[in-house]
Nanobody
Framework: VQLVESGGGLVQPGGSLRLSCVVT????????IGWFRQAPGKEREEVSC????????YYSDSAKGRFTISRDDVFDFVYLQMSSLKPEDTAVYSC??????????????????WGQGTQVTVSS
């Protein structure tokens, strides 16, 4: 599986960006694709994930209402549309193959393959 992100950049607070993840060679052993981010000095955190089977999406609390994940089955893209961006959204954003969390937890965890990451900077 190969993952390549694009779409990062510098944006002002309140602005929008759309990140893209090109997915090549996805296999049925994974649940889907997730977006993760890591800010300087902080641990990596899950932002959102989507099932490549039925499009079910999950969002972290920080992403709900502002970010939208989607997939394009024809061209094997997974997108993260980010709106109302805040300075605290500044981070390196990476896509990864994921498995679904089980039990009482919702969302996904990264397993297997990662893209190289794309920098998102929210600043005036």
């Amino acid at each position: 599986v190969q993952l390549v992100e694009s779409g990062g950049g510098l944006v002002q607070p309140g602005g929008s960006l759309r990140l893209s993840c090109v997915v090549t060679g996805f296999t049925a052993g994974f649940y889907g694709i997730g977006w993760f981010r890591q800010a300087p000095g902080k641990e990596r955190e899950e932002v959102s994930c989507i099932s490549m089977t039925d499009g079910t999406a999950y969002y972290s609390d920080s992403a709900k209402g502002r970010f939208t994940i989607s997939r394009d089955d024809v061209f094997d893209f997974v997108y993260l549309q980010m709106s109302s961006l805040k300075p605290e959204d500044t981070a390196v954003y990476s896509c990864a193959t994921v498995l679904r969390k089980t039990g009482s937890e919702s969302g996904c965890y990264a397993s297997g393959y990662w893209g190289q990451g794309t920098q998102v900077t929210v600043s005036s």
